[in-house]
C-alpha cells in the first residue's frame, strides 16, 4: 500500500464551486505539505503544516484553504473554483527527526484538477 | 531567500547520447540539501538523489551520475546512453536546513527518441 495517498486522483468541476482535495499517510510524519504544479513552472508550495495544531502559507496560498484533522491527515480546499486553479495538486510528508533526515519529501501520487 | 534555477526547459536526445541536466541554486544557509525528482508522463514525482551540503562526493549510480560543486552553486545530473525510458521531466529542488519545504526548480523536459 501506498504511504501517502491522495484523493481523488482526478476532478473536474465548474467555475465557483467549493471542492476538498484529501491527504493521508501512513508513515507517521509529522509534517505535510501540499503543491501546486503548472505546466512549465515547476511545483510551488501552497500550504505546510509542522503538527496538527500548526498551518503556515507558501508561495501561493490565495484562493485556497487547509484542514489538518490527524497527524495523517491534511485537507486542500478551493472554496470557489476557478479556472486558473487548474493544475496538478501533489501532497508531501516529512520527518525532521534524525541526522540523516535530509528534509527528504514523500510524495503522494498526484490529483489533477480541470476547473471548467 | 532560496531559488533554483534549470535553465534548459527541454532537452532532445537520441537514444544512447549522453545528457546533462544542469541545476543552479542560491541559498544563504550553510546547511542545506539537494534533490533530484523525474517525473514521467504518468505524473508521480520519482525521487532520484539526496545531498547535503556538507557532501561533495560526486556518485554514480548505473546510468544516472551527479556532480555537485559548491564553488558554483550547482548540482548537475547526468544520464549516460540515455534510454526511451528515460524521457520525463526532471526537477532540481533545494531545502534549507531550518526551513524544510522545498523550493523546485522549473523542471527540464528530456525526450529520448529511439
Known amino acids: 500500500d501506498a504511504d501517502v495517498t491522495q484523493t481523488p486522483r482526478n476532478r473536474i468541476t465548474k467555475t465557483g464551486k467549493r471542492i476538498m482535495l484529501e491527504c493521508s499517510q501512513t508513515k507517521g510524519h509529522d509534517r505535510m505539505y501540499w503543491y501546486r504544479q503548472d505546466p512549465g513552472l515547476g511545483l510551488q508550495l501552497i500550504y505546510y503544516s509542522f503538527d496538527v495544531k500548526d498551518i503556515n502559507k507558501g508561495e501561493i496560498s490565495d484562493g485556497y484553504s487547509v484542514s489538518r484533522q490527524a497527524q495523517a491527515k491534511f485537507s486542500l480546499s478551493l472554496e470557489s473554483a476557478i479556472p486558473n486553479q487548474t493544475a496538478l495538486y501533489f501532497c508531501a510528508t516529512s520527518d525532521p527527526h534524525g541526522s540523516l533526515s535530509y528534509n527528504e519529501q514523500f510524495f503522494g501520487p498526484g490529483t489533477r484538477l480541470t476547473v471548467l | 531567500a532560496q531559488k533554483v534555477t534549470q535553465a534548459q526547459t527541454e532537452i532532445s536526445v537520441v537514444e544512447k547520447e549522453d545528457v546533462t541536466l544542469d541545476c543552479v541554486y542560491e541559498t544563504r544557509d550553510t546547511t542545506y540539501y539537494l534533490f533530484w525528482y523525474k517525473q514521467p508522463p504518468s505524473g508521480e514525482l520519482v525521487f532520484l538523489i539526496r545531498?547535503?551540503?556538507?557532501?561533495?562526493q560526486n556518485e554514480i549510480s548505473g546510468r544516472y551520475s551527479w556532480n555537485f560543486q559548491k564553488s558554483t552553486s550547482s548540482f548537475n545530473f547526468t544520464i549516460t546512453a540515455s534510454q526511451v525510458v528515460d524521457s520525463a521531466v526532471y526537477f532540481c529542488?533545494?531545502?534549507?536546513?531550518?526551513?524544510?519545504?522545498?523550493?523546485f526548480g522549473k523542471g527540464t523536459m528530456l525526450l529520448v527518441s529511439p
Open positions: 529542488a533545494l531545502s534549507e536546513k531550518g526551513y524544510s519545504t522545498l523550493t
Open positions: 545531498r547535503n551540503s556538507f557532501d561533495e
